[in-house]
């Protein structure tokens, strides 16, 4: 094994390895996980379930208001809590 052959190798290890040594900068997650994701999901989908056990009706129109809403989103109309 001469110094030509060496170097070819080292060559080859240093380009076949070097995506997985530097070319990877992505994989590594900042963000919350998914199951994080999924949690906090489902506690908003309790909650939506939670606010839609009351449904309130616009008396002028009649669509479905929140009971947080002052005016209905449909016609515009004042609404009373
Ligand atoms: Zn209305």
Redesign the pocket.
Known sequence: MNFVTILIILFLVLFLGYPFVFGKKEPVPKGPSLKDIEEEIEREVKLLRKKQKKIFF?P??G?I?NPADRF?G????KLQP
């Not at 449909?74 to 109309?77: E, L, M, Q």
């Open positions: 616009c002028k129109c669509s208001y209905c449909n016609c515009g109309i």
